[in-house]
């Protein structure tokens, strides 16, 4: 078990949200669609740009510009 | 008569809120907006086995924050209206989501009862969900229904009559763990003793509110109770910074977790059983394997964005061209029974051209609307969003941007109007603002008559390398201007990007009409009337004051003078030009006279720093009403009488041999022209979808300083190297 920030994770990575480190607007609009801690995630893949970030989240697919991912840290199996 | 009872949709975005409302309601709704902000507000009534309801159509939101207007005016409808009955539509194969939302709105109290849509896509992903428990642990109605089939759609009304009988539910009551729930209960219990807002809202919520930090509420409170809120505000800051040093989050970060904990414990007990692994590749996931993909999505984005230019642009052409033909086809008849006279003049050029200037757009917006909802219902949109993000964050935009700019002309040849109204499938308000103000830069079809006259006349060797470098310079344009009013006017963090990208799905017909026709008929509808009294000012300022001659005689000298010459610069006349000259220089002379025509030899002195001379100036200010009719003026300007705007030939040669001119001022013009303020109609839609008028302004004046700016620098640096 390993901490990572969100942006290090790879394509097709799964992993469990430890920590949400932004407050305010970010941090409330990260825990709004269910990024909480405890949550498993799994990174779906990049935009052709590598930016931002789309990820599986309970049911849904969410996308995250990697500055905003800087902000969630998560325990990934390794 | 008893009042119609009403019921507020809400529900997350995608959740199938607008599909159910739309099966409700058919045909019968009416659009407005909440007052003073440009959020939509759709209302429909629902009537059947005798009863009516008013159904109103809350924005889709995920939240009841206060950092977006949606949430707000969601949260403010259901406190300040009090609906009989807030039916809730949940996502059944994303509930835990779909029910952090139906928990908020227990917690403000609201009477609730819950539409477990998308029942069907959930059973599919073998999701099961124990509706009598879901209902039991909640408190409220929990109706099973498919809103694409209609399915469910009758029980969900029965229910909802049923549970409108009995009102007044107690508000919810969450624990959100020892710090909070002791910092609650004291600050409700002043929050009672001091009756703080509680004719408004419920005391616990007050309380919750002021640990978020909630800036409505906190603003509300200080402005009802100062010491009160004070006290209320110390409160929060002590538990606050005593969660920060424990955990390092603010109450506010705790609240949301402590709310999907909520959620979680009720759905482990039985209520949601997953039959079938919950990290499998859905069908979405497969097609976004394609169209997402580094190489592949980029081209496919590519396609799928001309392939909707091409449909909007090319097949609105021909109804474009039978709505031109029946306005010129009343023109004619105004023409032929109409007495002559500045009434007569006033029909044709000031009224028949402003409401057929609004209703030829009439075409292109039904289709521009119709193929950007199918990329929108389609999930495809966000995709679009998705790929082009970092290049748009760059400039301080949204990757949603690229549709309004392309749409306004990114591809030469588009128009503003739909491109400014495309943007409200953005939801970041700050980008949003950003980009409808620069996509007019983009070179809509009318400028393009303009840089077709200026380049055959001055620059006929490079016509292809200038179309595509005009492309080029609108894009940069946008994208640099954009970035300095993000870092001036509109400065500020951008919004966070967190966007769910929706599963794709088949957009329903019925849905993409109502939508369509909404959209354009709010045009028609709002920009019709503003319009027209524009397009007759604009008349006005062109005709008026009348050559000394025409006024001073008398009317039987006057009749058969008009109707022998070309009074008008707008007329529109195919006879070819510079055969009766004689008239051709009397137009030239009343335009001269009139209100523009002073207006552009006063500002001669500051417009020379450009290379502009009076004649450009009147040109310029009738491309106010639409670009193109730069062309037609410049040609009345320079006594050719009427010029047709599609074959500018001798205009272009008279400009060619003209002493005043030269590549240098053509190039000016050219830049001039791109970045200068945009069409009125244009100006309208911006202060429509900005939502004040202030913008519209903002438009005009920026547009045209910054364009004058870049036009002055480009003539006197070419001058300057001896240009």
Known sequence: MRRILMRQMKDNQSGTIVNIKANGELGRRIRDMGLVPGTPIKIQGRAPLYDPVALKVLNFTLTLRNREADFIVVEVDE | ?723
């Open chain 2, 1 to 723: 008569m008893s009042k119609t009872p009403v019921i507020a949709l809400a529900g997350n975005p995608n959740s199938g809120k607008t599909t159910l409302f739309n099966s409700l309601t058919g045909a019968r709704q009416h659009v407005g907006n909440y007052p003073g902000v440009t959020v939509e507000k759709k209302e429909g009534i629902y009537s059947a086995d005798g009863v009516r309801i008013r159904i109103v159509d809350l924005p889709g939101t995920y939240s009841l924050t206060a950092y977006s207007l949606e949430e707000v005016v969601t949260r403010d409808f259901v406190v300040n209206e009090k609906p009989d009955l807030v039916i809730d539509i949940v996502d059944a194969s994303n509930l835990e989501r779909n029910l952090y939302l139906a928990v908020q709105f227990l917690e403000l109290g609201a009477p609730l009862c819950i539409a477990l849509n998308m029942v069907d896509v959930a059973e599919a992903r073998g999701i099961e969900i124990d509706m009598d428990r879901l209902s039991r642990h909640l408190g409220v109605p929990v109706v099973p229904t498919v809103a694409r089939t209609g399915r469910g759609k009758r029980a969900l009304m029965e229910t909802a009559v049923k549970a409108m009988a009995h009102k007044g539910q107690a508000p919810l009551r969450i624990s959100y763990g020892d710090d909070l729930d002791g910092a609650i209960s004291e600050m409700e219990k002043e929050i009672l003793k001091n009756a703080f807002l509680t004719q408004t809202y419920p005391p616990r919520w007050i309380a919750l509110k002021y640990l978020e930090n909630d800036q409505q509420i906190l603003s509300k409170g200080r402005a009802a109770h100062p010491e009160v809120s004070k006290h209320l505000e110390q409160q929060v800051r002590k538990v606050s910074d005593h969660l920060m040093a424990t955990t390092g989050n603010a109450p506010e970060a705790l609240i949301a977790d402590q709310r999907y904990g909520y959620i979680y414990s009720i759905l482990k007990q039985g209520v949601v059983v997953h039959k079938k692994a919950r990290d499998r590749l859905y069908h979405s996931d497969r097609i976004d394997k394609v169209l997402t993909h580094r190489v592949v999505g980029p081209l496919v984005m590519v396609l799928v964005i001309f392939g909707l230019y091409h449909f909007t642009f090319t097949y609105s052409k021909t109804p474009i061209a039978w709505v031109e033909y029946l306005f010129a086809w009343i023109q004619d008849m105004v023409q032929a029974f109409m007495p002559e006279g500045m009434l007569k003049s006033l029909v044709i050029s000031g009224v028949i051209d402003g409401v057929g200037g609004v209703l030829s757009f009439v075409p292109l917006l039904l289709m521009m609307f119709f193929g950007i909802a199918v990329l929108e219902d389609s999930g495809y949109l966000a995709r679009i969003a998705f790929m082009l993000d970092r290049v748009f964050s760059l400039f301080g935009l949204h990757g949603s941007s690229v549709m309004a700019y392309i749409v306004s002309g990114g591809i030469a040849g588009g128009c503003a109007v739909p491109g400014v109204m495309a943007t409200r499938t953005l939801r970041s308000p700050k980008e949003r603002l950003a980009t409808l103000l620069t996509a007019p830069f983009m070179n809509c079809g009318a400028k393009l008559p303009v840089f077709a006259l200026l380049i055959a006349a001055f620059f006929k060797e490079n016509e292809s390398v200038f179309m595509f470098a005009i492309t080029l310079v609108a894009w940069a344009g946008a994208l640099l201007v954009a970035k300095l009013l993000r870092v001036t006017v509109i400065r500020g963090a951008p919004t966070p990007f967190v966007m769910e990208l929706p599963p794709y799905r088949w957009p329903m017909l019925k849905g993409l009409l109502i939508h369509t026709w909404e959209r354009t008929w709010q045009y028609i509808k709002k920009a019709g009337t503003v319009i027209l009294a524009i397009s007759i000012l604009l008349w006005a300022m062109m005709s008026f004051p009348r050559l000394p001659e025409d006024r001073g005689t008398s009317p039987g000298f006057e009749k058969k003078a008009a109707s022998t010459s070309e009074p008008l610069p707008f007329q529109e006349d195919p006879s070819p030009s510079g055969q009766a000259l004689p008239e051709a220089r009397r137009a030239q002379r009343a335009l001269r006279h009139s209100i523009a025509g002073r207006i552009g030899v006063a500002l001669e002195g500051i417009s020379r720093l450009a290379g502009f001379d009076w004649r450009v100036n009147i040109a310029l200010i009738g491309g106010f009403a639409a670009k193109e009719v730069v062309v037609s003026t410049l040609g009345t300007a320079y006594s050719l009488g009427e010029t047709d705007v599609q074959d500018s030939t001798p205009l272009s040669e008279k400009l060619a041999e003209s002493p005043g001119w030269r590549p240098l001022t053509a190039l000016s013009l050219l830049i001039f022209t791109m970045f200068y303020a945009p069409c009125f109609i244009t100006v309208i839609s911006i202060s429509r979808e900005a939502g004040s008028w202030k913008w519209g302004a903002f438009s005009i004046l920026f547009n045209t300083t910054f364009a004058f700016l870049l036009a002055a620098a480009l003539f006197q640096i070419g001058s300057w190297l001896g240009y």
